[in-house]
């Protein structure tokens, strides 16, 4: 089943609101179970002027790749799928955890301690120099954020760019509790007042973000494994497998999932270039153990996110498979 939408509608507690009450109603419920807030009263009132004009440079990524310059050789995207167990998430969330720095009053999260360690792992394959600067961004859920606060039934799109970064030999140098101090204190300091202050900024020059803005080097994170993704069951059978659409695919983006196997576990789906992929899956202390990880053998074709004609299949039918690039596989 495939799922194509526009980002500008809804963000990715409202595509999940709207699934789970599809599902109810295919299985035979006479009413959702979950009302969705429709209520545009308190939502923040814009009115721009938008330039859809196609930009010069389309599949430019965020790492500055122009695919859009004949003598630049694009570079090759590979996607895999990395399956972080209940110990394996345990292991990652209690190294972060081991040293707590003196600047830091509160452990870290599973979700700080996990995309610090990729962050970190993904800049290590990268093979960045120490002054080069990386960049992690995450697309966050604001509805409790703004004021006054919307209600989690909110459907539309209330996530907003949360950009931080740091010089990739301060990353490479220490242990994981660094890059989740680092995210954990940019997550913190995202309240309502910068929201109000990113908005007024967009407004005053409005632009159609690109997949380079997500910032230089970067390693982005999208989707939540608090989504009950494997729990959306129209009436034959739970999905075998969920994924995101080849559209919202670009260097260093990865997305979280509730793991397959239940419990605790994390399954990430992230797109890198072929080289640094390749040393990636090699990197035990990343793995933890070699049966954590799954290739799916896909491939992009290029820097601009486009998968290549195989598309996604699922394994035995009752998984959801992307449409047209925004879907869910």
Request: a negative charge; one cysteine or more.
């Amino acid at each position: 089943m495939g799922l194509a939408f526009n980002h500008a509608v809804l963000d990715g507690t409202s595509t999940w609101h709207f699934m789970s009450s599809w599902a109810e109603i295919c299985r035979g419920a006479q009413s959702i179970s979950t009302q969705p807030f429709l209520d545009r009263s308190k939502a923040r009132d814009t009115r721009v002027k938008l330039d859809l004009t196609a930009p010069k440079d389309p599949n430019e990524t965020s790492n500055g790749e122009d695919a859009a310059n004949p003598t630049v050789e694009p570079p090759q995207l590979v996607e895999k799928i990395f399956r972080f167990s209940d110990f394996a998430v345990h292991t990652i969330k209690s190294r972060a955890n081991s040293v707590i720095p003196s600047d830091s009053s509160k452990p870290f999260s599973t979700f700080q301690s996990l995309t610090s360690h990729i962050w970190r792992h993904v800049t290590l394959a990268r093979g960045l120099k120490p002054e080069d600067i990386t960049i992690f961004t995450v697309f966050a859920d604001c509805r409790r954020r703004v004021d006054p606060p919307m209600p989690e039934e909110y459907f539309g799109n209330l996530i907003q760019a949360i950009f931080t970064g740091t010089a990739a030999g301060l990353l490479a140098a220490h242990g994981p509790e660094f890059g989740a101090s680092v995210i954990q204190k940019a997550i913190a300091a995202h309240d309502a007042s910068v929201i109000d202050a990113r908005n007024d900024e967009w407004e005053k020059s409005p632009k159609i973000f690109q997949f380079k803005d997500a910032g230089v080097n970067c390693v982005a994170v999208g989707s939540s494994p608090r989504f009950r993704v494997y729990e959306v069951d129209f009436g034959f059978g739970k999905p075998e497998t969920v994924r995101s659409g080849s559209n919202n695919r670009f260097n260093g983006m990865m997305y979280l999932y509730q793991g397959k196997a239940g419990g605790i576990s994390i399954d990430v789906e992230i797109t890198l270039e072929a080289s640094v992929m390749e040393k990636l899956v090699k990197s035990k202390e990343f793995l933890l153990s070699e049966e954590e990880e799954e290739d799916d053998g896909k491939k992009l074709t290029n820097g601009n996110g486009h998968v290549n004609g195989n598309g996604h299949v699922n394994g035995n039918g009752n998984g959801y498979v992307n449409g047209n690039g925004n879907g869910f596989v």
